[in-house]
Every structure is written in structure tokens, then in C-alpha cells.
């Protein structure tokens, strides 16, 4: 089984480079539409509501907003002008209570939560402007226990972090995509599998410390909600498409420019590391990852947050083919974009004293 892991990050990252060649003219600010955005609510607690992180948070099809705290056995629900509906679900391991929910997926009417401390998927149906529990899907292994990325026709795609255990000592670790149907069973077990981060050695003499490398390369994956699933690494605009059966193509790249790091940057960061810093210092590299963040609208477009010298930090979306089409600026130092919906656009952030904060803004994108 390994040798088939080792054999899929062989081929990804040779896909990788041959896919350079593919790649398109320069971008510049120029080449993208500048969206104005405006804020349609902010919120950070209520009397029934206190954050301690906000985790993931998605739409479903009547516009309520559903919020995951990491920390709390229960999604949050709120309607589309920001007012608290409801807690769904709520602390125990019987049918609808959760220990530890690591992600969930709304699909049409329905709510699918994993719950990864009881290994479990329940799901829930909405009616009468509420979500009613409707089955329990028990999970063979907590490797299945990861996040939803999406639900196909014949079940669900399931993203786990997984460590390989042969041939090296320094072992990578890496996305698994896995698909399980509706009552839990397997149906493939590995339909993408990338290398997560760069990993990174430092030597001090008989001292050893292993890691991810400090600006390294890593991996990232987003699922368009029907066939596709797309990954990139962030030191370039290139990316790659699998489908649900595995296929595999190279989906577009773009050439653009890095920032620098700077001496003084290198110097800060290597003086934390102690007696590790000179070994640090050299196997830094000179600059930093492109891409912070990939996400798929619910209109197939494929938005980017991008961090370089040329274009800015904002987030750039394109179409499936790479065409470039529109930028949105980042309304808050830290901001993290969740979903795009329509003109809706969600993101979270901490406010200045540290609270969780979730904002709803709205864009004026042709749908």
C-alpha cells in the first residue's frame, strides 16, 4: 500500500514540473476586475453566542449561515441577516449529540457532521425551518474521521492527513482523499494523495529537529462540489485537477513574482531557533510561498489568495481554465475567506480585542 503512496507523490510532483511549461503570460493588476464589497453584518457574541475559535462556515440552500466552533459540540445557526437561530446538535455520543466535530457538509436539504472523537457521520434533514436528526453513519477506522470536502452521488469525499511509515525515517505526511458511501464503506481509498508540507532537518551536532521546512512548499486541495477536485503548491500558480475517479490533469498555471525574504527577516526568525539557528539561516529559502489559500465558488470559479511582489495580497479568482476575472481585497487584517456564494462572500477574523468575528459582505459580481 505504501509503495502506491510513494508511487502517487512521484507522479505529482513530476506532473508539477511538467506542467510549467504550460503556463500562461504574466498577470498584472490589469488582468482581473476589482470587486467593491460592502459589509451586510458583522458578529462576534450575543447573549447565547460566545465564540472561543470559529472553525468552518458554510450556507446552506435557504441562506441560514451555519458555524462551527471547534471547541463546542454543536454547529451554530444563524439566518442570512446575522440574527442566532438555533444550536444543532448537542454534547454526548447518542444519536445527534457530538464529542468532537472536526467538519461538516450541507448538501440540498440535508447536514452531514463527523463527529471524529465518536467516529461517526450523523446526518440531519431541514424542515420546518429547522434541522431534524435523521441517521447515524458509523466509521470503520478514525481514518475516516477527517473532513468532508464533498458529497458525491454514492456518498462522500473524505480529506485525512496520513503519515507514511516506510523508507525514510524522515516520513512525509500527506492529503488522502477517500471516498465512503452512505453507510460508511469504502468505495475508493485513495483518489488523490499529495505530500502536505516540504519537510525540513536541522542538525546541531548530535541534535536533530524535524519539521516542516520554515516557508516551505505545502499543499492545498478544494473539491468544486461535483467532479472535481483541485490541489496546488503555494511557491506557484499551477494547478492540477483529479477527478472523482482518479483521473488526472494539469488544470492551469500563471507565471508570477514572489516577495523576497529579507536578511533581517532570515536573522529574526533563526535567532528563536537557538542552537539550531546557523543551520536554519542556510536552508531558508530567499523567498516566500505564493499562494496562501485555494477555494471554489459555487459558480465553478477558482479563487486564489495570492501573496507576491506584483500583484498584491488580495484574493484573484479565474475560471476553470485559468482566465482571469475578478480580485477582492481582504476587509480585515487576518481575515480568512470561508465561502463564496452568489454576491455573498463570509469570511472570520479576530476583532481587535481578540474575540472570534464572522462577517458577511456582499460583492457586485455578475452570477
Known amino acids: 500500500m505504501y509503495s502506491i503512496f510513494y508511487a502517487c507523490l512521484v507522479v505529482f510532483l513530476c506532473v508539477g514540473c511538467e506542467g510549467q511549461e504550460d503556463q500562461k503570460a504574466n498577470l498584472s493588476p490589469n488582468s482581473f476586475t476589482s470587486l467593491s464589497m460592502e459589509t451586510v453584518f458583522e458578529f462576534t457574541e450575543s447573549e447565547e453566542v460566545a465564540f472561543r475559535t470559529i472553525s468552518s462556515i458554510k450556507t446552506d440552500n435557504h441562506g441560514n449561515i451555519l458555524v462551527l466552533d471547534f471547541w463546542q459540540p454543536y454547529l451554530y445557526m444563524f439566518d442570512k441577516e446575522g440574527n442566532f437561530l438555533e444550536k444543532i446538535g448537542r454534547e454526548g455520543r447518542g444519536p ?11 448538501d440540498r436539504e440535508n447536514l452531514w457532521v463527523i463527529d ?7 446526518k440531519f434533514e431541514y424542515s420546518d425551518d429547522t434541522y431534524i436528526h435523521i441517521k447515524t453513519i458509523p466509521l470503520g477506522s ?5 473532513k468532508i470536502l464533498g458529497k458525491i452521488d454514492r456518498g462522500f469525499l473524505i480529506l485525512k492527513s496520513f503519515t ?11 492529503h488522502l482523499v477517500t471516498s465512503i458511501d452512505e453507510n460508511g464503506e469504502i468505495l475508493r481509498d485513495s483518489i488523490v494523495s499529495v505530500p502536505i508540507a516540504e519537510q525540513m532537518t536541522l ?23 461535483i467532479n472535481y477536485i483541485y490541489t496546488l503548491w503555494t511557491n506557484s500558480l499551477s494547478i492540477e485537477s483529479y477527478s472523482i475517479d482518479g483521473l488526472h490533469k494539469h488544470a492551469f498555471s500563471h507565471v508570477i513574482q514572489p516577495v523576497y525574504i529579507t536578511g533581517v527577516e532570515k536573522d529574526s526568525i533563526s535567532s528563536k531557533y537557538g542552537l539550531y539557528r546557523s543551520d536554519l539561516r542556510r536552508k531558508m529559502p530567499n523567498v516566500k510561498p505564493v499562494v496562501n489559500d485555494l477555494l471554489i465558488d459555487d459558480n465553478q470559479r477558482i479563487w486564489v489568495e495570492l501573496f507576491t511582489s506584483g500583484l498584491g495580497h ?19 487584517k487576518g481575515a480568512e475567506l470561508q465561502e463564496i456564494v452568489g454576491n455573498r462572500v463570509i469570511w472570520n477574523y479576530q476583532n481587535e480585542e481578540g474575540a472570534p468575528t ?6 457586485d459580481m455578475q452570477y
Do not use: C, H, M, R
Not at 142 to 146: F, H, Q, S, T
Not at 164 to 174: I, R, W
Not at 203 to 225: D, M, P, R, T, Y
Not at 358 to 363: E, G, Y
Open 96 to 106: 445527534g449529540e457530538f464529542e468532537q466535530i472536526s467538519s461538516f457538509l450541507v
Open 358 to 363: 464572522f462577517i458577511v459582505s456582499k460583492i
Open 314 to 332: 488580495a484574493w484573484f479568482g479565474f475560471t476553470k481554465n485559468g482566465e482571469a476575472l475578478y480580485k477582492i481585497e481582504i476587509p480585515k
Open 203 to 225: 542538525q546541531a551536532g548530535e541534535n536533530k529537529l524535524i519539521g516542516n521546512k520554515l516557508f516551505g512548499n505545502e499543499s492545498l486541495l478544494a473539491f468544486n462540489g
Open 164 to 174: 507514511l511509515t516506510a523508507g525514510s525515517k524522515e516520513n512525509p505526511t500527506v
Open 116 to 122: 471524529s472523537s465518536s467516529l461517526k457521520i450523523e
Open 142 to 146: 478514525d481514518e475516516l474521521a477527517g
